[in-house]
C-alpha cells in the first residue's frame, strides 16, 4: 500500500507561523506588522499567536481571572488583526483561548478554512497551589486536511534556581492537558464519517470522536515563556561579556533548557530551530536594552522565549 501511496493521497504543502510574547502587561500601540510579517512575499498560511503576561499577575487578576483578561484578549487580536489585513489576504479567527495572563490565538487563510476540522481548546493552571493560572498553558488543536496539529502556549515556573520547577510545570501540562469529544457521539451526524465502528479510520476521521492529549497529535507546536535561564555556572558579568561578542554558541551550553532536554527530563523528540539571536530576557520595556538600571534588579539575560515542535 505504501508503495501505491500517490494513487490515493495528496500531499499539500504549506507554512505556519508561530510566535511568543512576554508583553509584561503592556500594549503595544504601533501594531505587529513588524513581527507578523517579516517576509511580505511568504506570508504564512496559519498563524499561531501566543501571548504571556497580558495582564498583571497579581492576586486580584489570578484568584478571578477577570475581565480585564478579556479585554486584552480582544486588543491583542485586533492587532493581529489589523496586520494580518494589510497583507491583502483574508483570514478567519479559528480559536482564540485565554487564562490569566496567557492569550494563543489561531488565524487560518480564508482560502483554506474549509479544510479545517474538529477545532478544541483547553487550558490548565498549574501555578499557585498547582492550580491557579499565573502559570499554566493553554493549547488549541485542529485537523488540518488530514493531519491533525496542537498548538500549546505556556508560561513556566520563574527563578533561575527553580529548574525542577519548570520541568514539573511542562509535564504537568504535557500530561494533563485534555480535549475532550463535547459533541453527541452519534455516527449518523457524520455523514462523512458513517460507520466508523466498524470501518478503519483515516485523516480527521481518527480524531474526530475521541477525547485527546497533547501526544496524540501528529504536529505539536509549543510555544511561551518557558523560563529556562542560564545555570549559575555563569556569572553576570560573563554573560554580558559574551554577549557584547556575539559569542550565543558558547553561553548556549549553559543554557537549563539544552541541558534538560539532553538529560530527557522535557520534550522528549521535539525539535528546536537553530538559535542565532541574543537572549530575550530580560530588557527594557520597548528597547532592545537589557535592563541594568540602578533602581532594579538586575537579571541574567536568557533565552526564556522558545518554539519547539
Known amino acids: 500500500m505504501k508503495q501505491r501511496q500517490e494513487e490515493f493521497t495528496e500531499l499539500v504543502t504549506g507554512k505556519i507561523f508561530c510566535g ?4 509584561n502587561a503592556k500594549k503595544q500601540e504601533t501594531g505587529l506588522h513588524d513581527w507578523l510579517l517579516p517576509d ?17 499577575l497579581n492576586a486580584l487578576n489570578v484568584a478571578l481571572d477577570s475581565s480585564k483578561t ?7 487580536q485586533e492587532q493581529i488583526i489589523e496586520s494580518l489585513s494589510s497583507t491583502g489576504i483574508k483570514f478567519q479567527l479559528i480559536s482564540m483561548k485565554a ?11 480564508d482560502e483554506i478554512v474549509h479544510h479545517v476540522k474538529d477545532v478544541r481548546s483547553s487550558q490548565l493552571g498549574v501555578g ?9 498553558g493553554v493549547s488549541i488543536r485542529l485537523s488540518l486536511y488530514d493531519s491533525s496539529i496542537c498548538f500549546v502556549c505556556s508560561h513556566l515556573a520563574a527563578h533561575r534556581e527553580n529548574v525542577l520547577g519548570r520541568n514539573s510545570d511542562f509535564n504537568n501540562i504535557l500530561e494533563k492537558c485534555t480535549f475532550p469529544f463535547e459533541g453527541v457521539r452519534d455516527q449518523d451526524k457524520y455523514d462523512n ?4 465502528v466498524i470501518r478503519p479510520r483515516h485523516g480527521a476521521a481518527k480524531t474526530l470522536l475521541n477525547d485527546l492529549t497533547i501526544l496524540d497529535h501528529e504536529i505539536i507546536f509549543w510555544i511561551g515563556d518557558l523560563n529556562y535561564r542560564l545555570i549559575e555556572d555563569i556569572k553576570l558579568d560573563q ?5 557584547s561578542n556575539n559569542n550565543i554558541t558558547y553561553l548556549l551550553q549553559y543554557d537549563q533548557l539544552n541541558i534538560q532536554r539532553q538529560l530527557n527530563k522535557v520534550f522528549i523528540n521535539f525539535i528546536e530551530g537553530n538559535i542565532t539571536f541574543p537572549p530575550t530576557y530580560k530588557y527594557q520595556p520597548g528597547t532592545n536594552i537589557y535592563d541594568t538600571r ?12 522558545r518554539i519547539l515542535y
Request: net charge positive; glycine share 8%.
Open 20 to 23: 511568543t510574547w512576554n508583553v
Open 294 to 305: 540602578p533602581e532594579k534588579k538586575v537579571r541574567a539575560p536568557a533565552w526564556c522565549d
Open 193 to 196: 464519517y458513517s460507520n466508523m
Open 239 to 243: 554573560i554580558f561579556e559574551q554577549i
Open 40 to 56: 511580505r512575499s511568504n506570508i504564512a498560511d496559519l498563524y499561531a499567536i501566543g501571548f504571556q503576561e497580558i495582564v498583571d
Open 99 to 109: 487564562m490569566v495572563g496567557l492569550l494563543l490565538v489561531v488565524f487560518v487563510r
Open 128 to 136: 499557585i497551589m498547582g492550580m491557579m493560572g499565573n502559570k499554566g
Open 70 to 76: 478579556l479585554q486584552r484578549s480582544t486588543f491583542w
